[in-house]
């Protein structure tokens, strides 16, 4: 995938200011409803969201520890996504069909975790970082910086990759949330 630099960041945004709208209907939601399940193996909203939370925890500082490391500039070229981070954004983009469910690693599942709605802040508080540094990244090369990732730490995407799995990673969880209410 090649897009423009600019293009990129102004849809990774726009993204993360549509599920921040989304996520802040689940404050009106009360202790049960939060917690509810449709199934003993399903997770429940704030089980989503604590999921989303320990991927935060993990990709935040080594995203910020990549940008610190930069010098800033005016980057307005083309991002061109690698293959492996193409493969891994395409794998975990949320679509119109139900996807497969897929396997999460133990140390992320949170499945029957005491949660409250202090998940929730957390969840805000990372929403509001990963778009600054969303919006920090417009000073970079996006195909030129790398990060380290959750799968392996000798596994490095591009930070264009990188930015495009978080935001996608947490639409498709945040679509997972919704319908724990339907």
């Known amino acids: 995938m090649k897009i423009?630099?600019?293009?990129?960041?102004?849809d990774l945004i726009g993204r993360i200011d549509k599920v921040s709208k989304i996520a802040e209907t689940f404050r009106e939601l009360n202790p049960t409803e939060l917690n509810a399940?449709?199934?003993?193996?399903?997770?429940?909203?704030?089980?989503?969201i604590e999921h989303l939370n320990r991927y935060g925890h993990f990709y935040l500082?080594?995203?910020?520890?990549?940008?610190?490391?930069?010098?800033?500039?005016v980057a307005n070229g083309v991002f061109e996504s690698g293959i492996l981070g193409n493969y891994l954004v395409n794998l975990i983009k949320p679509e119109p069909v139900k996807k497969?469910?897929?396997?999460?690693?133990?140390?992320?599942?949170?499945?029957h975790s005491r949660l409250d709605e202090r998940t929730l802040l957390v969840f805000f508080e990372q929403l509001h970082a990963l778009r600054l540094l969303i919006e920090k990244s417009a000073t970079?090369?996006?195909?030129?910086?790398?990060?380290?990732?959750?799968?392996s730490r000798l596994i490095?995407?591009?930070?264009?990759?990188?930015l495009r799995f978080m935001v996608h990673h947490i639409e498709?969880?945040?679509?997972?949330?919704?319908?724990?209410?339907?």
């Open 37 to 48: 399940r449709k199934s003993a193996d399903s997770w429940s909203l704030l089980e989503c």
């Open 172 to 182: 498709r969880h945040i679509q997972q949330a919704q319908a724990t209410q339907s």
């Open 140 to 151: 970079v090369d996006l195909s030129k910086v790398h990060v380290k990732t959750s799968l």
């Open 100 to 111: 497969k469910k897929m396997r999460t690693a133990k140390e992320m599942n949170p499945i």
């Open 61 to 73: 500082p080594e995203i910020e520890k990549q940008l610190s490391s930069q010098t800033p500039h």
């Open 156 to 162: 490095r995407l591009r930070l264009g990759d990188i």
């Open 4 to 10: 423009q630099s600019s293009s990129l960041i102004d």
